[in-house]
T-cell receptor, first 117, second 115 residues
Framework: EAGVAQSPRYKIIEKRQSVAFWCNPI?????LYWYQQILGQGPKLLIQ????????DSQLPKDRFSAERLKGVDSTLKIQPAKLEDSAVYLC???????????????FGQGTRLTVV | AQKITQTQPGMFVQEKEAVTLDCTYD???????LFWYKQPSSGEMIFLIY??????QNATEGRYSLNFQKARKSANLVISASQLGDSAMYFC????????????FGQGTELSVKP
């Protein structure tokens, strides 16, 4: 079974530029998460999709960050314009709802390491 | 709002000994799941163990066990017989089922295993 795919793995941009990250979840996984992980900290939830609808985006800085999940499969996270403090690893995860058991283990991609200079 | 607290930024353990990593959580929801993930220096997030809020028995997965104390809202991870390869960051997380599976992480504990 293929895992969660993310690209690119690394990206270096100048402040005020724009950048986009792509995520392909595990086939059949309805839930998709985007996290921001700053060095030395825990992952911070930016946005969560259920199929192609947004479940939670309360911590997404909407003045500069946007995300979409077309057709309930792939997802794109965009930053425009980037700031120095956006330097972090951006993690995508997906999970499968298992009705009855309640267990919805999240599988993570390798992440995209963004450096803003 | 939900919150996960991991109060140990760093821990040391001697190889082959057991270690406990602390995790407390805060939620008003009755239906939730608790997870532990391992993140080695390579960066990938590896699922270790799961405990549901209605599970009465503590979860175990090989050398990992979860000490679940619901009244205290704690979900500590116990690693038995530590190995050098256990050196990594460990994250506790809570998933809230009534909020569409919202998954929140703690700040993590860095575990170093000494030979």
């Amino acid at each position: 079974e293929a895992g969660v795919a993310q690209s690119p793995r690394y990206k270096i941009i100048e402040k005020r530029q724009s950048v986009a990250f792509w995520c392909n979840p595990i086939s059949g996984h309805a839930t998709l998460y985007w996290y921001q992980q700053i060095l030395g900290q825990g992952p911070k939830l930016l946005i969560q999709f259920q199929n192609n609808g947004v479940v939670d985006d309360s911590q997404l800085p909407k003045d500069r960050f946007s995300a979409e999940r077309l057709k309930g499969v792939d997802s794109t996270l965009k930053i425009q314009p980037a700031k120095l403090e956006d330097s972090a690893v951006y993690l995508c995860a997906s999970s499968l709802e298992i009705r009855g058991t309640g267990q919805t283990e999240a599988f993570f991609g390798q992440g995209t390491r963004l450096t803003v200079v | 709002a939900q919150k996960i607290t991991q109060t140990q930024p760093g821990m040391f353990v001697q190889e082959k000994e057991a270690v406990t990593l602390d995790c407390t959580y805060d939620t008003s929801d009755q239906s939730y799941g608790l997870f532990w993930y391992k993140q080695p220096s390579s960066g990938e997030m590896i699922f270790l163990i799961y405990q549901g809020s209605y599970d009465e028995q503590n979860a175990t997965e090989g050398r990992y066990s979860l000490n679940f104390q619901k009244a205290r809202k704690s979900a500590n991870l116990v690693i038995s017989a530590s190995q050098l390869g256990d050196s990594a960051m460990y994250f506790c997380a809570i998933l809230i089922y009534n909020q569409g599976g919202k998954l929140i992480f703690g700040q993590g504990t860095e575990l170093s295993v000494k030979p």
